[in-house]
């Protein structure tokens, strides 16, 4: 067990609908990182924040938005669903914003759009 | 650009044989390297990294990794393989000149160890 919760497990919605993914970083950690997994583009890195502050950006569609909250819990909104946006999305998390720092997954979360 | 390459989708090899999964990477500046496990149905794992210094990288479960700046790789080995050990590998990469936080991972390389 890695310390990172991640809610729901699964979630199973309709095209054109909006979901919200829930993370709660290990205790102490203020980065968290979002991932998408899916069989056709592999592991994808969405975004990065730092103690409530975006630090980074990757192939993050522009429906999708982040946040990280003052407790350090960040969620991720994705809207206007499509079927390809069915993935595997996990968060990570780390101490630290260092480079250099192993990050600590959680166990995804597995979205399915019908 | 940062890009990571696993050649092999598909790695199979007999139990208590010696294993190698392999990685290579392009960076731009000096590369941190990173080698994760995911077992079916859960989040990554970390095993080892390579920030500086030896090439031999030890890491958890008594794998190690070699970095090679020649030949731009960093290879996952294991002397001894386990059933325990099949799992999805993936190999990651930090550009260091890069001023922001972004790990590429490789596509993942299946190890299936028969007993």
């Not at chain 1, 407790?71 to 069915?86: C, F, V, Y």
């Not at chain 2, 990685?23 to 496990?37: A, I, M, R």
């Not at chain 2, 099949?86 to 190890?111: E, H, M, N, Q, W």
Request: glycine letters at 8%.
């Amino acid at each position: 067990d890695s310390g990172v919760t991640q809610t729901p497990k699964h979630l199973i919605t309709a095209t054109g609908q909006r979901v919200t993914l829930r993370c709660s970083p290990r205790s102490g950690d203020l980065s968290v990182y979002w991932y998408q997994q899916s069989l056709d583009q592999g592991l994808q890195f969405l975004i990065h924040y730092y103690n409530g502050e975006e630090r980074a950006k990757g192939n993050i569609l522009e429906r999708f938005s982040a946040q990280q909250f003052p407790d350090l819990h960040s969620e991720l909104n994705l809207s206007s669903l499509e079927l390809g946006d069915s993935a595997l999305y996990f968060c990570a998390s780390k101490m630290g914003g260092d480079l250099y720092n192993e990050q600590f997954f959680g166990p995804g979360t597995r979205l399915t759009v019908l | 650009a940062q890009s990571v390459a696993q050649p092999e989708d598909q790695v199979n090899v007999a139990e208590g044989n010696p294993l190698t999964v392999k990685c290579t990477y392009s960076v731009s500046g000096n590369p941190y390297l990173f080698w994760y496990v995911q077992y079916p149905n859960r989040g990554l794992q970390f095993l080892l990294k390579y920030i500086t210094g030896d090439n031999l990288v030890k890491g958890s479960y008594g794998f190690e990794a070699e970095f090679n700046k020649s030949q731009t790789s960093f290879h996952l080995k294991k002397p001894s393989a386990l059933v325990s050990d099949s799992a999805l590998y993936f190999c990651a990469v930090r550009d260091i000149k890069t001023s922001y936080d972004k790990v590429i991972f490789g596509p993942g390389t299946s190890l299936s160890v028969i007993p």
